[in-house]
Nanobody, 123 residues
Framework: QVQLVESGGGLVQAGGSLRLSCALS????????MGWFRQAPGKEREFVAA????????AYLDSGKGRFTVSRDNAKSTVYLQMNSLKREDTAGYYC????????????????WGQGTQVTVSS
């Protein structure tokens, strides 16, 4: 049974930074593509970033390019999302997800999900 636990969310001022973490347990971490998604109230869940099992391939939401960095530490079974220059529109619940296959940006392609961590950016 795969379990994902996110941490690192919180309240930050616009222009600030946060680093989210997501720890996976239950299976071999480096076999999974890991994704980050977010969902604001009244909106659909959207892709933020993803990283392949080896860490060699990444993808980002256009509005996150240059501000967000996804990385992973396979020895710690943890994936990270470093978010810099945060904007109010980045406010959302952030979720990590895992899939056994190539990198994908569609939420339905991911089988395992964490419980989410809230990020709130104030002006």
């Amino acid at each position: 049974q795969v379990q994902l636990v996110e941490s690192g969310g919180g309240l930050v001022q616009a222009g600030g930074s946060l680093r989210l973490s997501c720890a996976l347990s239950g299976r071999t971490f480096n076999s999974y593509t890991m994704g980050w998604f977010r969902q604001a109230p009244g909106k659909e869940r959207e892709f933020v970033a993803a990283i392949s099992g080896s860490g060699g391939t990444t993808a980002y939401l256009d509005s996150g390019k240059g501000r967000f960095t996804v990385s992973r530490d396979n020895a710690k079974s943890t994936v990270y999302l470093q978010m810099n220059s945060l904007k109010r529109e980045d406010t959302a619940g952030y979720y990590c997800a895992a899939r056994d296959g190539p990198l994908q940006t569609i939420p339905l392609r991911y089988k395992y999900w964490g419980q989410g961590t809230q990020v709130t950016v104030s002006s």
